[in-house]
């Protein structure tokens, strides 16, 4: 997205230089969501069992032809007149503009501690693990520490842990597959918290494992090796995690607000 010069970059805006980057631009206009104003527009960001979340659009109006359906890249601009904010976006052949005065983020947080999609027979125990970890990565990535308990973000790391993750036991088939990291490489953070939550499990074979798995992790024969081990042994740790992890993983908040330690609520949601 090019910027104009006399415009200050600001979180919301990096956030809406992500999205456009990535060719998204899923535009929910007035009418359109049930309780929204009738001056704003909201543009999808992170929608996921673990999040809802919209950039919005304040003081909004949209010309031009927006094409709701389009998939493809996108060109944008942003500029400024006084205090209006007009952005500009191509969708190949077609224009649109939308002016507004102000860009805020909105979230709403949900339970995702006892959700699993997956679409892949065969250790469902497992992939309901990596489910939960890949979301909980996008929201950390995309929504910030801000958005995550300490314990959210440590968990997060074990996205970088092949056993657990799309090397392993991915949550899709292969053909809608897209690589957070690269393939068969853990992170010491991720092995260390491996550590840490298989001690709390007192699974004393899987810290075996996960000790000879930190040692033979050049070899990638013998790592695809390891993982076929920490499949056998990790049953004991998932039934520690499947009881503790509802308690205290998560935080459910319905504002924008930098996250509190402590639920507000206890309502939870699950988007099928």
């Known amino acids: 997205m090019e910027i104009a010069e006399n415009i200050t970059w600001t979180e919301e805006l990096e956030r ?15 009418g359109e969501r049930y309780g929204g104003g009738e001056k704003e527009i909201w543009l999808v960001y992170l929608m996921n069992d673990a999040a809802e979340s919209f950039l919005v659009f304040h003081d909004a109006e949209l010309t031009g ?37 102000r860009l805020s983020l909105e ?9 699993g999609h997956f679409w892949v027979d065969g250790y469902e125990y497992l992939r309901q693990i ?43 088939p292969d053909q809608y597959l897209v690589p957070s990291c690269p393939w068969w490489e853990a992170t010491e953070e991720a092995i260390t ?3 840490k939550l298989a001690s709390e499990a007192g ?24 993982n076929c081990c920490i499949r056998a042994a990790t049953r004991k740790s998932w039934i520690y995690w499947k009881k503790n992890w509802p308690a205290k993983h998560r935080i459910i908040r319905n504002d924008a607000s930098p996250a509190k330690k402590e639920p507000r609520s206890e309502k939870s949601r699950s988007r099928q």
């Open 130 to 172: 990596e489910f939960r970890i890949a979301i909980l990565r996008d929201k950390l990535e995309y929504l910030g520490e801000a958005f995550c308990t300490e314990e959210e973000m440590r968990l997060a790391s074990l996205a970088n842990f092949p056993p657990l993750n799309f090397c392993c036991y991915p949550a899709v």
């Open 16 to 30: 809406l230089d992500v999205l456009l980057s990535q060719g998204q631009f899923e535009l929910l206009l007035p």
């Open 65 to 101: 032809t927006y094409q709701k359906e389009y998939e493809g890249e996108i060109d944008a601009a942003l500029e400024k007149d006084g205090e209006q904010y007009v952005l500009i976006v191509r969708q190949k052949e077609t224009v649109c503009t939308l002016f507004f005065s």
């Open 193 to 195: 918290e491996m550590k």
């Open 107 to 115: 979230v709403h947080l949900f339970d995702y501690g006892k959700t």
């Open 203 to 226: 699974d004393k074979v899987l810290l075996r494992y996960l000790a000879l798995y930190e040692k033979w992790q050049e070899n990638s024969s013998q790592n695809r090796l390891q």
